[in-house]
């Protein structure tokens, strides 16, 4: 199957600062990205999906302007958390798409961000 | 409202018996599809199986398969001859229209020891 990377795998940051994850497709082209977050033995919930080259759609409640989603190509998508806080703390995971909206997403191995 | 819907938070099961996890689904769209996944204590996202809404057959893979049953809105998935290493979170999900177009809507997860 397609292999889908994030970097990095763990991340500590200090309240206040700011936190860049990425998230590539290896060996497709991907049309489509997704950011979910999930906290500890939750589930994975839906932050935005993003298409190559478009702003964001960002799922209700979720704050455009502290989770920026940025998907300047068909290979790299990425999540900043600005000015982050201990409730930020989470589990990010990013899966990715190519082509049509039945075609299977891929799941990236997530990233562990603690905000202290 | 939820749209899926897993009610057994955790489960347990002895080696080589199988088990089912159960999933039920809310949707008007007549066209869907549903998966299921395996997330280990590492976190990765494992795809099992999917089930399209139109699929007459079962899907099986392996030692899964799903129980989809269209009327009852429900796709249970079993595992036969369970092993240790099955132990993990199970997430049923369902494809969803959204304004983005599509996107996986997952179920609170069901935990398998």
């Known amino acids: 199957g397609a292999v889908v990377s994030q970097h990095p795998s763990r991340v500590i940051c200090k309240s206040g600062t700011s936190v860049k994850i990425e998230c590539r497709s290896l060996?497709?082209?991907?049309?489509?990205m997704f950011w979910y977050r999930q906290f500890p033995k939750k589930s994975l919930m839906l932050m935005a999906t993003?298409?190559?080259?478009?702003?964001?759609?960002?799922e209700q409640g979720v704050e455009k302007d502290k989770f920026l989603i940025n998907h300047a190509s068909l290979t790299l998508s990425t999540l900043t958390v600005t000015s982050a806080h201990p409730e930020d703390s989470s589990f990010y995971i990013c899966?990715?798409?190519?082509?049509?909206?039945?075609?299977?997403?891929?799941f990236g191995p997530g990233t562990r961000l603690t905000v202290l | 409202a939820q749209k899926i819907t897993q009610t057994q938070p955790g489960m347990f099961v002895q080696e080589k018996e199988a088990v089912t996890l159960d999933c039920t689904y809310d949707?008007?769209?007549?066209?869907?599809?549903l998966f299921w996944y395996k997330q280990p204590s590492s976190g990765e996202m494992i795809f099992l199986i999917y089930?399209?809404?139109?699929?007459?057959q079962n899907a099986t893979e392996g030692r899964y398969s799903l129980n989809f049953q269209k009327a009852r809105k429900s796709a249970n998935l079993v595992i036969s001859a369970s092993q240790l290493g099955d132990s993990a979170m199970y997430f049923c999900?369902?494809?969803?229209?959204?304004?983005?177009?599509?996107?996986?809507?997952f179920g609170k997860g069901t935990t398998l020891s």
């Open positions: 949707t008007s769209d007549q066209s869907y599809g």
């Open positions: 993003s298409n190559e080259g478009s702003k964001a759609t960002y």
């Open positions: 899966s990715a798409r190519f082509g049509g909206t039945y075609n299977e997403q891929f």
């Open positions: 999900a369902m494809r969803e229209v959204n304004q983005a177009g599509t996107a996986l809507i």
């Open positions: 060996d497709f082209q991907a049309t489509t």
């Open positions: 089930q399209g809404s139109y699929d007459e």
